[in-house]
């Protein structure tokens, strides 16, 4: 019998190692997930996102927390063989409690409610960012399995590794060459989606110098966990060093460049391009449009 117990034993030990192993291994990466993520912020939209984050979660635990502690104190009061709790098996009604279990959440659901409504306003992609200074123009495009971003004033482009200056608004115009995708970079906020024939909007800005990753969030088939890219805010100076480095050194992006980027493929390494092939981001929304001139509501060019 000791023996069965013995064995027993040891077929339960690889078990909660494994299991020890893959509690410690969510733990590790949910706090790698908030120090790359809104939490740990880097630009002033992702710190509005989880500045509303904490405001809801502050406001939830006026409901919450008074549950916690109330439901062990019913359980002590209310015990068998306790004397201390009365016996009252006429009661069937208090305005206090229904004030408090119907009104309470009242309240909390129209705070909530005029926040996000703020919110959503304050937040909205397409609203310019207050700065001095007029807002670096990209244009991005989503493909089978990477990102293309143009820099119509460089006139340079890149595959899977964005630059940006830091403490100076980015004005994303985005689409794509294929699915419906989403683009997001967490630390700096905000995620918008990509569509074949149209044009999203997205205004971000990196307070300070780093990396940040960004990622596509929307599933588009097998390459999608591969399809990320990494975001460098520098300075000015370093950017327009990178530019010039870029349109002296790199090949252009022409027709016959496009045409091999564009085919589904995970690329090893970031791609660099010295020119831009002149309508190149007008051109991918047309193949999807029919060919057709659009105009958007605000009287300006797609």
């Given at each position: 019998?000791?023996?069965?117990?013995?064995?027993?034993?040891?077929q339960e030990l690889p078990k909660i190692l494994v299991r020890s192993a893959g509690v410690l291994l969510l733990l590790t990466s949910?706090?790698?997930?908030?120090?790359?993520?809104?939490?740990?912020?880097?630009?002033?939209?992702?710190?509005?996102?989880?500045?509303?984050?904490?405001?809801?979660?502050?406001?939830?635990?006026?409901?919450?927390?008074?549950?916690?502690?109330?439901?062990?104190?019913?359980?002590?009061?209310?015990?068998?063989?306790?004397?201390?709790?009365?016996?009252?098996?006429?009661?069937?009604?208090?305005?206090?409690?229904?004030?408090?279990?119907?009104?309470?959440?009242?309240?909390?659901?129209?705070?909530?409610?005029?926040?996000?409504?703020?919110?959503?306003?304050?937040?909205?992609?397409?609203?310019?960012?207050?700065?001095?200074?007029?807002?670096?123009?990209?244009?991005?495009?989503?493909?089978?399995?990477?990102?293309?971003?143009?820099?119509?004033?460089?006139?340079?482009?890149?595959?899977?590794?964005?630059?940006?200056?830091?403490?100076?608004?980015?004005?994303?115009?985005?689409?794509?060459?294929?699915?419906?995708?989403?683009?997001?970079?967490?630390?700096?906020?905000?995620?918008?989606?990509?569509?074949?024939?149209?044009?999203?909007?997205?205004?971000?800005?990196?307070?300070?110098?780093?990396?940040?990753?960004?990622?596509?969030?929307?599933?588009?088939?097998?390459?999608?966990?591969?399809?990320?890219?990494?975001?460098?805010?520098?300075?000015?100076?370093?950017?327009?060093?990178?530019?010039?480095?870029?349109?002296?050194?790199?090949?252009?992006?022409?027709?016959?460049?496009?045409?091999?980027?564009?085919?589904?493929?995970?690329?090893?390494?970031?791609?660099?391009?010295?020119?831009?092939?002149?309508?190149?981001?007008?051109?991918?929304?047309?193949?999807?449009?029919?060919?057709?001139?659009?105009?958007?509501?605000?009287?300006?060019?797609?």
């Amino acid at each position: 019998m000791q023996n069965v117990v013995s064995m027993r034993r040891n077929q339960e030990l690889p078990k909660i190692l494994v299991r020890s192993a893959g509690v410690l291994l969510l733990l590790t990466s949910s706090v790698v997930a908030a120090s790359d993520g809104f939490i740990n912020p880097a630009g002033p939209v992702a710190e509005a996102l989880r500045d509303h984050l904490i405001f809801i979660v502050v406001v939830m635990a006026i409901v919450i927390a008074p549950l916690f502690i109330a439901l062990p104190w019913v359980l002590w009061r209310y015990r068998l063989g306790t004397k201390s709790g009365s016996y009252q098996p006429n009661w069937e009604f208090s305005w206090p409690l229904e004030v408090l279990i119907w009104g309470l959440p009242a309240v909390i659901v129209g705070v909530l409610s005029w926040n996000l409504w703020h919110q959503s306003y304050e937040l909205d992609p397409y609203k310019p960012l207050a700065a001095t200074e007029a807002p670096l123009e990209v244009q991005a495009i989503a493909l089978d399995w990477k990102w293309v971003f143009i820099y119509p004033e460089q006139d340079v482009a890149s595959v899977n590794e964005l630059m940006i200056v830091a403490g100076r608004p980015v004005r994303f115009r985005l689409t794509s060459g294929t699915v419906m995708q989403s683009f997001m970079i967490p630390r700096l906020g905000g995620q918008i989606y990509t569509m074949a024939g149209m044009v999203t909007q997205l205004n971000l800005l990196a307070s300070e110098p780093g990396q940040f990753r960004g990622l596509n969030t929307q599933y588009n088939g097998m390459g999608f966990a591969n399809q990320k890219f990494m975001t460098h805010a520098v300075s000015q100076a370093d950017f327009d060093t990178w530019a010039v480095n870029m349109s002296e050194s790199k090949p252009p992006l022409n027709q016959t460049a496009w045409a091999q980027l564009a085919k589904p493929s995970v690329l090893a390494s970031p791609q660099s391009f010295g020119s831009v092939a002149e309508g190149l981001f007008t051109g991918v929304i047309a193949d999807f449009t029919g060919g057709y001139h659009h105009i958007k509501a605000d009287g300006t060019d797609l």
